[in-house]
């Protein structure tokens, strides 16, 4: 917990994009101000002239199909989420989520699948030490960082969207994102509703992310853009106690072009303290905090 802790202080970073860095990788996701899902100047479309669940229930059904994609996320700086890129796979169940850090540096990359989280280097960070990949699986208490529960509102927007239709809905308004033209639709929800969103959530884990999800607030706000194919453009999310500024943003790109990802087989984990050659030198040593206790 220790080495996850000093990891998320100084945000997961790689050298290149996922499992490796190869050309194409997680880190061409699009940015927030960057090329969203689909591509062209369309304009709002079918998704402004219908009310908010309807179109929220449209865009779940175009993110089903799609099955997968990049995607990007964003934070402002002192939060422990990590601005960072990859790829989400939510066609099959369970769902999965790969991310690393946007800032150079680090070595290390996450793998969440359904409720299971791991840590890993990349390709070119083993090979730098003569090793090759491995995962290590991260204990259940860190579910309790808000890292793990906001990496995992990413991975599945079909059921984020499914969720937010039961929320207080309201149409925000037309706007333009990248050059096209996208309508915006809020959902204010409490903890519950937000916990509902993350999939394969088990009886186990669900404290662990409900104590997470307190710390930003009782209830928590969810933007969602919609472009004119009824695609998901890009969601954000902000607890209440924490307000806008501490906004949380995902964007997705490339839709349907996720690979499988699976969880790690066992010949490929390791310990955790197996991660030190890939961490940085950071001063947050202290470990995870009293949430460790």
Excluded at 43 to 65: C, H, I, N, Q, S
Aim: overall charge negative.
């Amino acid at each position: 917990m220790t080495v996850a802790a000093v990891v998320l202080a100084g945000g997961l970073t790689a050298c290149g994009g996922a499992g490796g860095g190869t050309a194409g990788g997680p880190s061409a996701a699009a940015a927030p101000g960057g090329t969203a899902a689909g591509s062209g100047t369309a304009t709002g479309g079918k998704a402004a002239g219908l009310d908010p669940k309807a179109a929220l229930a449209a865009a779940a059904e175009v993110m089903r199909k799609a099955g997968g994609g990049r995607y990007a996320l964003s934070a402002p700086d002192g939060l422990e989420a990590k601005p960072g890129a990859g790829f989400a796979s939510w066609g099959g169940r369970p769902a999965a989520i790969e991310y690393l850090g946007d800032a150079p540096g680090a070595k290390l990359r996450v793998r969440v699948v359904g409720n299971e989280a791991y840590m890993g280097p990349t390709e070119q960070a083993a090979a730098a030490v003569g090793q090759q990949t491995f995962w290590s699986k991260m204990p259940f208490l860190m579910w309790r960082r808000p890292f793990y529960p906001q990496l995992s509102l990413a991975m599945d927007p079909v059921t984020r969207l499914t969720v937010a239709q039961a929320g207080r809905l309201s149409r925000v308004g037309t706007e333009t994102v990248d050059g096209a033209e996208v309508t915006r639709y809020r959902a204010v929800e409490d903890v519950a509703a937000v916990l509902g969103g993350i999939p394969d959530l088990t009886e186990e884990h669900r404290p662990h992310v409900e104590v997470a999800l307190r710390k930003g607030g009782g209830t928590y706000t969810v933007d969602f853009w919609l472009n004119a194919r009824q695609e998901l453009v890009r969601f954000r999310e902000f607890g209440e106690q924490d307000g806008e500024a501490k906004a949380v943003t995902v964007t997705y790109s490339a839709l349907g072009t996720a690979p499988a990802m699976e969880a790690p087989a066992e010949q490929d984990l390791r310990k955790s303290f197996d991660l030190d050659p890939f961490l940085d030198p950071s001063p947050a040593t202290a470990g995870p905090g009293p949430e460790a206790a």
